[in-house]
């Protein structure tokens, strides 16, 4: 009998994977119950329960949260070499593909840092602080902005996005907020906000850690990008090495969320 191909996840990544792939599964799982007997791309989307019992070639993992899914797909009985941890280039739309949208990008990331310098600094982490050290710009494939700013702040933050009309809301010790371009298209921006009068703080993603000194991103450094100075961490190469490896500075669109460094637990 022929193994049946699994999407698990079935919200924005999976919809960026099939579009991305230009494949489709032979159906979806995913831990949300409310999203059971519904249609993603005109798939159905199942209990994960059913991975027990079904013939499987491949499940592929379109979700963000592998750290969580990978280990629960094993525990279903599910053979380690058939499970798919896609690049996360595949996980996300490419937002920043059009030069107009990196462009304005830049001048509304500029407009929120400006109006809080005077009292925190907002400071470009993660993919977006790759892309500004790498190329001066945001990476053609990324799909969001990665921030960090003090707690400190986070009233000022909220309220400053609220007047902008980006539709802030808390998530744990963060800020997710959309900024909304002229052409309508929608950038996700997620803040994480942090105790800066430590001198140092753990910084946790998935199932890896890094332990930063604060004044990196409380001295940080400015990048030119499109014309506006962007904050981001200092050195930014130290940083951005412990995160993506010492290849950091050569594009791979192939990146996956297995390929980080720093501790894991």
Known sequence: MKGKIIF???AGSAVAYCQHTKTKPDFFVDNDSKKW??????IEVMHPEILKTTPIERVVITSGYEKAIFPQILSLGVEETKILRPAKSLLGFHIFKDEA?????????FQITSELRKNC????????????ARGNDFILWDSDIDLFAPIQSKLEIFKLLESLGYNPEYELDSIKATVILNNGVEVPIGIDLLDWSKETFIDIFEDYSWVWPTKMFTHCSEIEVHGVKLNVPNPVDKYLSKIYGNSWQTPNPNFAYSDYGGETS
Not at 37 to 42: A, K, Q
């Open 8 to 10: 698990f996840g079935a």
């Open 37 to 42: 007997g519904t249609f993603v791309e005109g």
């Open 101 to 109: 949208n990196r462009k304005e990008s830049a001048k509304k990331l």
């Open 121 to 132: 600094k907002i400071v470009s982490v993660g993919g977006t602080a790759l892309g500004f």
